[in-house]
């Protein structure tokens, strides 16, 4: 099917990690409202599969539901298979899953470590690399690594955390210099605080240790952003859906950040 203006992403399979909720949600309606067809990968069954028949009732787009382990190479490696098999090569992977546990780097352990980089960084590696053979034999390609404003800056409690976006900010980088002249873009989207179940977490943790209220807890959170406000997971969602177009076709290796002024590298 041909794509059109009002959807420029017919015809393209999309992957979306952690797609059940959240940001990954809002990615794959705002993917889905411009026509392509989507995979949504996660844990949960029932998140999945509840987001799924929403997005495909709503935007009667073709809309499947993977479960997966993203931390686990095979687990990821045999949904996304599945996941070619029954809608087609992948145009289009979003690396979105993550976890951001929060303590004290004395307390911080190498279990946590672990659990920390195989999810929000070797998720991502894992992705890229089942998706990116189809990729570059189609000579076409969109990845869409989500990072956060904790990849290019220091924020303190969360060093696990950091480090991992850190360095999906760096395999971001180098992954675009090897696929540059191969019609193929890597970027990463770096979301300030955004109003979703991680952040909700956030403040009930902050509440719970100081006990301040919840709207003490979020100036406290939103306190470095100039609009003094949350990130909405549909602002991050139109900036994925912008590097997914035809429009963006020049931009690769780049860290958007969509955090109200609260960073300008």
Not at 71 to 93: F, H, N, Q
Not at 127 to 155: D, E, K, Y
Not at 157 to 184: D, N, P, Q, S
């Amino acid at each position: 099917m041909a794509a059109s203006n009002q959807q420029p992403l017919a015809g393209r399979h999309a992957v979306v990690t952690g797609g059940g909720r959240g940001i990954g949600a809002a990615i794959a309606t705002s993917l889905a409202a411009r026509g392509a067809t989507l995979s949504l990968l996660g844990r949960t069954a029932a998140t999945l599969e509840a987001t799924a028949r929403r997005i495909a009732d709503e935007h009667r787009t073709t809309v499947g539901a993977e479960v997966a382990d993203i931390g686990d190479e095979a687990s990821l490696s045999t949904a996304i298979a599945r996941c070619v098999a029954e809608r087609g090569p992948v145009a289009i992977l979003v690396n979105n899953a993550g976890i951001a546990p929060s303590a004290p780097f004395l307390k911080s352990d190498a279990k946590l470590w672990r659990e920390v980089l195989d999810v929000d960084l070797m998720g991502a590696v894992h992705a890229a690399r089942a998706v990116l053979p189809g990729m570059l034999g189609a000579g076409s390609g969109r990845i869409v690594n989500i990072a956060s404003t904790a990849g290019l800056t220091g924020m303190a409690y969360v060093t696990a955390y950091c480090a991992a976006k850190h360095a999906l900010v760096g395999f971001t980088r180098a992954l675009a210099m090897e696929t540059a002249r191969k019609g193929i873009t890597v970027n990463a989207v770096c979301p300030g605080y955004t109003e979703t179940d991680i952040v909700g977490d956030a403040l009930a943790n902050i509440t719970g240790k100081t006990g301040r209220s919840r709207d003490e807890a979020l100036k406290s959170l939103v306190a470095h952003n100039p609009q003094a406000r949350l990130i909405q997971p549909e602002e991050v969602a139109e900036t994925v859906a912008w590097l997914c177009s035809d429009a963006a076709a020049s931009v690769t290796g780049q860290s958007i950040v969509v955090a109200g002024g609260e960073l300008m590298p």
